[in-house]
């Protein structure tokens, strides 16, 4: 393989676009078959953002055919559909010279500016797995053809997950290599159609990429652009803080928070609160609303109230950390505020927006009559619980509504959905849709619809324009690190971090973990009480609170004894300091 800088260029006609470097990688085919006389069938095993070279060693003119998908074992489909990719070029071979064809890109027709440029030093690109050519010599082989790839320097050894589930296990791969192919413009991008970062693709790329390699600069200068150039829906604005949140708390350095925190305060957009507390949105205008997308996975929200549970609950997280961002900085009065109007949003929700008798939350609000509108789409509950809006004592109940209601979202509600059913303990049911095979879900993508980076949609069905490079379909990425085995930082650059698995059936998994400290490495065995077991290294410079998944007395092996920082539901958490360590359940 080689590696060589490619440096960034000046965001078209708007303004200079910070970007992380990207690198090339040379790459071999896993298939390289000869269908007939000069015709041949060539499998990169996977897509990626780049372009062929060919090194002929005679002179010869070829046809080629590049695309995402096939429409027959062995051919590259020609009208793939949708923003699926696929070009057709004549190109000339020249003997013993590398050779690649002058691949194009054009932003849609209703898109006339917002889109990036290509990093500097770098030709035109597209995403392809498949190559086929008609009209090679007859002394070509395999070795005469390259993929130059490019995205920005990743450590694939930086992350490991692997299970007993055969199936969760090409979840996580699919995801890691979304998450990594995804990153050719050094900034994060919505796919190829647009070629334009968007806060919410940004939350999913963040963490799954924090999750996969300890590198937090793509994450940051993403934000940071966005800042600057937000997009249009309502909730992705005040997404803006989360990510600023995200990006202090896991690196450990809050610089940019430090410098955007005027804007960041904008961005809770305060003066659209109601007299109750509730976030007043749009349906028309520059900002609107958005729930989800595309809009036939929304569940049937009622989109026509200004007040929007959903919007109202992003409002609310903003808010909360807002207030932690203002008392880190050492802003007192201006965190004393931000509590004061999360916590009269937070009583808000749940006097007005709660139904008893279903165990979830209505859609939204109408300030003109003063009531609550009647339907609740799985939505209101789901963003309501992961943003952290739902009391102790209901937390069980919209645990158990959701259960119910299967994957009833898109790609990018599925962030939100998996987070609020851990929140709810409903590991099992979590762990369910992530290795579904249904119409909503990843191994739906790879298995049936053929990608191998994640689609901007479950299926075509569902987005007959979809595309089959989206990064926001990649939630198991973070989801399985963060959720499913637990760890997350509850201090700046995993000073202290917690573990809180929720392996549910599975007999073991395994994982290794970066962070800015070194990575944490666990494995935990045994689905019930009695065979589990967890092995985990707390790295140097870091400290652990490890959640027992069960209740009853632990049994440890240590460097130190482990303490006994508490109980939360009848079940121990303890502190452990940097080292080896083995936990069991006494018998």
């Known amino acids: 393989m080689r590696f060589l800088l490619c440096l960034f260029l000046p965001f078209a006609s708007i303004l200079a676009a910070e970007r992380s470097p990207v690198v090339p990688t040379t790459e071999a085919p896993v298939l390289c078959e000869k269908k007939g006389e000069g015709h041949w069938f060539v499998d990169f095993g996977t897509a990626a953002f780049g372009n062929v070279e060919i090194t002929a060693d005679a002179n010869a003119k070829v046809t080629l055919h590049l695309g995402e998908a096939l429409s027959a074992p062995g051919k590259v489909n020609r009208k793939p559909g949708g923003t699926v990719r696929y070009q057709r070029h004549e190109l000339s071979l020249r003997a013993r010279n590398a050779t690649s064809p002058p691949v194009s890109w054009q932003p849609p027709g209703w898109m006339k500016s917002g889109f990036l440029d290509l990093p500097k030093g770098c030709k035109e690109m597209m995403p392809f797995r498949y190559v086929e050519i008609e009209g090679a010599p007859p002394s070509f082989a395999i070795g005469q053809i390259r993929r130059i790839s490019w995205a920005v320097a990743f450590d694939d050894k930086a992350a490991v997950f692997e299970s007993s589930s055969p199936e969760l296990n090409a979840v996580w791969q699919l995801c890691?290599?979304?998450?990594k192919a995804t990153s050719f413009m050094g900034l994060y991008v919505d796919g190829d159609r647009e070629r334009k970062p968007y806060e919410a693709d940004v939350l999913i790329n963040q963490l799954s990429h924090y999750c996969l390699d300890a590198n937090y600069e793509t994450a940051r200068l993403t934000h940071e652009y966005l800042l600057d150039k937000p997009t249009w829906p309502t909730e992705w604005r005040l997404q803006s803080v989360i990510l600023a949140w995200h990006d202090s708390l896991w690196s450990g350095d809050d610089r940019s928070l430090r410098k955007h925190y005027?804007?960041?305060?904008?961005?809770?957009m305060i003066q659209r609160r109601s007299k109750e507390g509730f976030f007043l949105g749009w349906n028309d205008g520059e900002i609107k609303d958005i729930v989800d997308w595309p809009v036939n996975e929304r569940d049937g929200y009622d989109m026509k109230p200004?007040?929007?549970?959903?919007?109202?609950?992003?409002?609310?997280?903003?808010?909360?950390?807002?207030?932690?961002?203002?008392?880190?900085?050492g802003k007192s009065g201006d965190a004393k505020e931000f509590a004061t109007l999360?916590?009269?949003?937070?009583?808000?929700?749940?006097?007005?927006?709660?139904?008893?008798?279903?165990?979830?939350?209505?859609d939204g609000w109408n300030p003109e009559s003063g009531t609550p509108v009647s339907h609740a789409s799985a939505h209101a509950s789901f963003f309501a619980l992961a943003l952290g809006l739902v009391p102790e004592d209901r937390i069980a109940k919209v645990g158990t509504y959701l259960r119910g209601r299967g994957m009833p979202c898109s790609v990018y509600g599925a962030q939100f959905l998996l987070?609020?059913?851990?929140?709810?303990?409903?590991?099992?049911?979590?762990?369910?849709?992530?290795?579904s095979r249904e119409r909503r879900s990843w191994l739906n993508m790879s298995e049936k619809v053929g990608s191998t980076i994640t689609l901007e949609a479950w299926d075509p069905s569902l987005k007959p324009n979809l595309d089959w490079n989206h990064a926001w379909g990649a939630a198991p990425s973070n989801i399985i690190a963060r959720r499913l085995m637990g760890i997350e930082p509850l201090e700046p650059g995993f000073k202290r971090f917690q573990v809180r698995p929720q392996t549910a059936s599975l007999e073991r998994a395994r994982i290794k973990f970066p962070t800015p400290k070194g990575p944490i490495s666990m494995e935990i065995k045994g689905p019930d009480?009695?065979?589990?077991?967890?092995?985990?290294?707390?790295?140097?410079?870091?400290?652990?609170?490890?959640?027992?998944?069960?209740?009853?007395?632990?049994?440890?092996?240590?460097?130190?004894?482990?303490?006994?920082?508490?109980?939360?539901?009848g079940r121990k958490v303890l502190g452990l300091r940097p080292g080896a360590w083995v936990i069991r359940m006494r018998k």
């Open 262 to 268: 005027e804007t960041l305060k904008g961005r809770a």
């Open 419 to 435: 987070d609020a059913l851990y929140d709810a303990g409903e590991g099992g049911q979590a762990l369910s849709l992530l290795v």
């Open 176 to 179: 890691k290599h979304s998450i």
């Open 342 to 362: 999360a916590e009269q949003t937070r009583k808000a929700v749940n006097e007005q927006l709660w139904d008893e008798t279903r165990g979830c939350y209505v």
């Open 306 to 329: 200004p007040v929007k549970t959903v919007v109202t609950a992003f409002h609310y997280r903003a808010l909360v950390l807002l207030e932690k961002i203002a008392t880190q900085l």
């Open 529 to 569: 009480a009695s065979a589990w077991e967890a092995r985990i290294i707390v790295p140097p410079g870091t400290a652990a609170e490890f959640h027992l998944p069960f209740p009853g007395e632990p049994a440890t092996e240590g460097a130190t004894d482990a303490v006994a920082l508490r109980e939360e539901k």
